[in-house]
Every structure is written in structure tokens, then in C-alpha cells.
């Protein structure tokens, strides 16, 4: 959906239809404010499968929100639920394929179901699907979406946040979200610095269909080169997450397709028996960035415009979703309240509200990958025991699978799966 004309009356400009971005303009739009979506993508070309490879694990807190919102009900015959975790850690590749060894940790949803009401572990959904779901609520809802369209600039006065557009079209809202990627025009206009650092490491991304069931388990195996996750897809297939040097990475990535499905094989061993490359296969670049801080006066940011992690342990996307609840039921809040919604004392209470869980999560991030990304035998001996620990631990268990669930902390309402 492209809209030529700028509409007046604009309570909050969010720069990046994205997942994050899509997931809070819907929440704004059904508590009564008039959002604006900024992408320089044409919209409905989102939904293409060769636009987003990606899968994403989604915890069950923010498939709650898509609920709320209206989108579940889309979304559900494309989420396959996760009822088990399985991490390993080991020398060679192979997977599972040959048995767990003395170090491991199983998660299972069975023993959260008394509060998380019998949901799963989280859901696996490719980004595509999320996407189109999203898109079609947007444009269901009404909300006006301009793209393609490019934020050149953006300045922040004392009554109003003013972008403007590489055409040169201007925007005026009390409030405007950089919700654009790591590269935010918003958060830099803003004054925001980011710091972070690259992983020599590229992230390889492919579906594969398997002979054998998967029966809901996500496998984490970890390899001196980097973890390697296979991560259940509906229709029996999977969506592989595997973490190569930039090299292998650039060399897996033009190779022919017979010499691809020989690595694969090797990484991914037998254990669900012969495995068939679906689509085309990605690679992204692996780096962690934060945001110095999460907003400014007129500026809030959301999705990896704030942070971007590691995908390690699955929960870039979520925090980008947990972000989006926590913005708009801050804005709405403040709306119902009378206050200037963009004014830096209310923005100040998202930031501080995601502050903590943004870092201790991005940071915990980085020490997994530190951690085990290599093949120190006191660090394997270390990790080894900590993980045989907290399989032993059912409280620490359970602790660690409502986190990842997404059901720890002071949840905003969308996340309990209330509406705003």
C-alpha cells in the first residue's frame, strides 16, 4: 500500500514498516492513535519469499500480542509450536546425530504448562509469513503506510518531531519512532550514538525439508566455529541457522549446490534422515550494536534501531516486540492522561521500562557467543559443567524457559495478551 499524499494530524511517524515497526503501529491504531508507517520497501513486496529467508522463534508473551492485536488468527496455520529445546555442545559436526554426551540441556514445555496455560515454549514462523500478516492488518486497519519511501532527515523541536522524506515531502508528529534497522536516520538525527562491535562470523540461512518427523524439538548444537540450530518449520521442515567464519561463509554462499548439500550433510549428520535444501539459501553479517540510549526528546527507538544482537539465543525479534508493547502502552498511557506524548519525560518511561532486559539480554548474548564459539578445553570443561547443572535444576529450568518465553519481568499488557 503507497500513499502519495502526507496526512495531517499524525500522532506518531515510525520510520520502518518492519515487523517491529508494523506490530506497534497496529497497537496505536487500536487505542485510538493515528500512526504513519515510513518504508522503503514497496509493502506488499514484503511477503515475497525471496525478500526475508529468515525464520524467526517468536516466545509465546509476544504471539500473545499478535493476538491481541488481531493478527493470531492469520498467523497460527504458519506457527509451528516449539515442545522441546535440545543443547548440545560438541567437537565435530553432526548435530544430534550422535547422542547427546554428558553435557546437554533439554527444555520442555510440559514443565511450564501450569503458567504459561499450556502454551509451547515460543513458535517458529518465517519472517515472510509474519510479514504478510502483519501487512494485511495494516492495510485491514487503514493506517497509511508511505513506501517506498526514504527518511533523508529529521529535526526535533519543542512541540513537534519534523521528517522529511527523500522526495522532499515533510511529516509532523509529536512523537517519531526509528524503528528503520541498524543504519537509523532517526536515532542518528536524534543525536543517539550506538556502540558495538562485528563477529568474525556470517550467519548461513536455508529451509530444508527432512525424511524423518522433527516432532516440535529445536536443536542448538554448538561447534568451535559456532552454533548451529535447527529450528522446526511447519510441513516437517526446518529453518537451519548455522554460524560460519566469513570465509566458509562467502565460499558456502557461491558454491554449487551439490558441494552446499555436502556441507549441510556433514553439519547437519542423519538423525532425521536425508534433508532436501527448499528456496535459496542467505547469509547475514553477525555483529551486536546497542543504542546509547533508547530515546530522546521527540525520538523513540524500537527493533534493531535500539539493539542488535547476536542470533545465538533467538531473541533479537522479540526484543524488538517487547519494545513495541512496552512503546505504545506508554504512549497510549500518556494520551488518555493528556500529556504531550512526545515530550522526554514520557519517553523516558519506555526507555527506563526496557532498559535493563535490553542489555542484560544483548550482553548475555555476547557471552554465549564468546563463550562458546571455540574449542578451549577449560572453557568446554566450565560450560559443559554449568549446563549439567541447570539440567539438574528444575526451578532454574523453568526459570530460564519463561525468559526466553518472554514472561519474566514487569509485562506490558499485550504481552499478557490484554488489549490496550
Not at 500480542?65 to 548440545?88: F, Y
Request: glycine share 12%; net charge negative; charged share 20%.
Amino acid at each position: 500500500m503507497a500513499d502519495g499524499e502526507v496526512p495531517k494530524d499524525i500522532d506518531v511517524i515510525i520510520a520502518g514498516a518492519g515487523i517491529a515497526g508494523a506490530t506497534l503501529a497496529l497497537a496505536l491504531h487500536q487505542a485510538g492513535l493515528k500512526p504513519v508507517l515510513i518504508d522503503p520497501v514497496v509493502f506488499d513486496a514484503q511477503v515475497a519469499p525471496t525478500f526475508d529467508g529468515r525464520a524467526s522463534a517468536i516466545a509465546y508473551a509476544a504471539f500473545r500480542q499478535w493476538k491481541a492485536l488481531g493478527v493470531g488468527a492469520a498467523l497460527e496455520p504458519h506457527a509451528q509450536r516449539i515442545e522441546q529445546i535440545l543443547v548440545t555442545d560438541g567437537q565435530t559436526p553432526g548435530a544430534a546425530s550422535h547422542g547427546t554426551g554428558p553435557f546437554f540441556l533439554r527444555f520442555d514445555s510440559a514443565e511450564i504448562a501450569d503458567s504459561s496455560d499450556g502454551e509451547p515454549l515460543g513458535y517458529l514462523l518465517e519472517n515472510r509469513h509474519i510479514r504478510a500478516a502483519l501487512a494485511k492488518g495494516v492495510i485491514d486497519a487503514g493506517i497509511t503506510v508511505l513506501a517506498p519511501a526514504k527518511v533523508a532527515r529529521a529535526s526535533f523541536g519543542p512541540r513537534e518531531a519534523v521528517v522529511t522524506l527523500a522526495d522532499g515531502r515533510e511529516l509532523r508528529a509529536p512523537v517519531a519512532v526509528g524503528a528503520e534497522g541498524r543504519g537509523s536516520v532517526i536515532r542518528s538525527e536524534a543525536g543517539i550514538g550506538a556502540v558495538g562491535w562485528d563477529y568474525p562470523q556470517t550467519g548461513v540461512v536455508a529451509t530444508v525439508q527432512m525424511e524423518r518427523p522433527h516432532e516440535g524439538v529445536a536443536h542448538e548444537y554448538f561447534l568451535p566455529g559456532g552454533p548451529f540450530a535447527i529450528l522446526p518449520l511447519t510441513d516437517n521442515r526446518a529453518s537451519l541457522v548455522w554460524t560460519e567464519s566469513r570465509a566458509r561463509g562467502a565460499a558456502l554462499k557461491s558454491a554449487r549446490p551439490e558441494i552446499f548439500q555436502a556441507h549441510l550433510d556433514r553439519r547437519f549428520g542423519d538423525f532425521l534422515g536425508t534433508v532436501t535444501v527448499e528456496g535459496p539459501m542467505f547469509t547475514y553479517p553477525l555483529s551486536l550494536q546497542l543504542a546509547e540510549r533508547f530515546a530522546a526528546p521527540r525520538a523513540a527507538l524500537l527493533g534493531d534501531a535500539a539493539h542488535g544482537i547476536h542470533p545465538i539465543a533467538g531473541q533479537g525479534l522479540n526484543l524488538g516486540l517487547k519494545g513495541a508493547a512496552a512503546l505504545a502502552q506508554t504512549l497510549v498511557e500518556a494520551m488518555r492522561l493528556g500529556e504531550d506524548i512526545g515530550s522526554e519525560v514520557v519517553l523516558e518511561r519506555y526507555a527506563a521500562w526496557r532498559r535493563l532486559d535490553t542489555v542484560s539480554i544483548s550482553l548475555a548474548a555476547d557471552a554465549f557467543v564468546r563463550l562458546f564459539s571455540n574449542d578451549n578445553p577449560v572453557l568446554r570443561l566450565a560450560r559443559g559443567a554449568g549446563m549439567a547443572a541447570v539440567n539438574r535444576i528444575g526451578p532454574a529450568r523453568r526459570f530460564f524457559m519463561q525468559e526466553a518465553g518472554g514472561a519474566v519481568g514487569d509485562l506490558p499488557r499485550l504481552l499478557r495478551g490484554e488489549a490496550l
